[in-house]
């Protein structure tokens, strides 16, 4: 079974306690107020004592565990969690958000959304253009859907607990091992042994993760990898929410077919649609000259005039659920490390490849 990715940002805490002028500082108070905050005294402003908790624990050990909960969550209110996204397809983001509203209900938490276009968001930085929910500093927590610049979410972690969908910030590796080898032992197992990969976008980090478990996975399976048959796009293309232009790539294309590469994987639905197309275009016949197959389609609907394309893929709404989830438990939990949650994917056999040798 495969995998997609949540991933939590944090700052990486400091082996030694806590410096109270530090937390200081970095907040703009006096040390007598970070030390009432710290011991949950009264008389400080509980959005304050709220980050400086928060910002205590990103710094080093804090033995009042409770003090944020209390002053995070008074009473019954909910949560107030806020989701940024940074696209131009809504119907994604509608079902990230029917997982996400359909998990709130329990933990009786409330969900915000923003959205942003790539040129505002910096704005998120800017105390006067960002949302109300991060001027105030009213969101307990924030989930980042699609791909921010990575100062920003670097940023936006060290102010709020932060959950980023699919998209890696802080340099950890994404293991994509089982749903990307299963891709490429199906197309193995049906006799491809020259198997390209298309959509390498070096910007991108699930790009350049499932490229490297492509990789693996030749390797495991003693499979040549011919440099020549990796074919990258840039990144507008990589981010695009439509299928793109094969101007820059198709001649590299149409070499390396010619060369008898008769399989190709892609790291993504739109990449597959796009190959896909291109290949019907060039008179191509899926399967009987090529295989393709693609990865993580999510809830992304095939279009009706193209072939069902074989994917491994997870729900959007599932992972929608998880990053809520995920957030609650850091907020209650903020001191706990900073971790990558696997979302189980499925394989999904479509039209676009051969048969296994064993069910001709």
């Not at 700052?11 to 970070?34: E, H, Y």
């Not at 990558?340 to 676009?352: C, D, E, K, M, Y």
């Amino acid at each position: 079974m495969s995998r997609c990715y949540l991933h939590l940002l944090m700052a990486r805490p400091k082996s030694d306690r806590t410096n109270l002028a530090g937390i200081a500082t970095r907040m703009g108070v006096s040390i007598p107020t970070v030390s009432r905050a710290l011991r949950d005294m009264d008389g400080i402003h509980a959005d304050t004592r709220a980050e400086i908790v928060t910002i205590a624990h990103q710094m080093g050990n804090v033995t009042k565990d409770n003090a944020l909960k209390r002053s995070t969550r008074k009473g019954d209110s909910p949560y107030q969690l806020l989701a940024l996204s940074q696209t131009t397809s809504l119907d994604i983001d509608q079902r990230f958000m029917t997982g996400m509203s359909n998990a709130t209900a329990a933990p009786n938490a409330s969900m915000l959304w923003h959205l942003s276009t790539s040129d505002q968001c910096a704005n998120m930085r800017d105390p006067k253009l960002a949302p109300a929910a991060l001027r105030s500093r009213q969101a307990h927590g924030l989930v980042l859907l699609h791909r921010w610049p990575t100062e920003v979410a670097r940023a936006l972690a060290r102010r709020f607990p932060v959950v980023s969908i699919v998209h890696d910030y802080l340099g950890s590796n994404i293991d994509d091992r089982r749903g990307m080898g299963e891709l490429v032992e199906h197309l193995h197992s049906a006799g491809h042994r020259k198997i390209g990969f298309f959509g390498l976008c070096p910007e991108v980090s699930w790009s350049c993760g499932r490229y490297g478990t492509f990789v693996e996975a030749l390797t495991r399976l003693d499979l040549e990898l011919d440099p020549r048959n990796i074919v990258r796009i840039d990144l507008p293309s990589a981010l695009s929410p439509d299928e793109f232009s094969s101007v820059p790539w198709a001649d590299h294309v149409r070499t390396r077919l010619r060369d008898k590469v008769d399989a190709w994987i892609c790291p993504s639905a739109l990449t597959g649609q796009t190959l896909c197309r291109f290949f019907l275009g060039e008179g191509v016949r899926m399967p009987d000259d090529v295989s393709l197959a693609n990865y993580h389609s999510g809830s992304r609907l095939n279009p009706p005039d193209l072939p069902e394309i074989t994917t491994a893929s997870v729900v959007d709404e599932e992972l929608g659920g998880a990053a809520v989830r995920r957030i609650i438990n850091h907020i209650e939990n903020p001191g706990e490390s900073r971790r990558s949650i696997l979302i189980p994917a499925r394989l999904s056999v479509g039209t676009t490849r051969r048969p296994p040798f064993a069910a001709r």
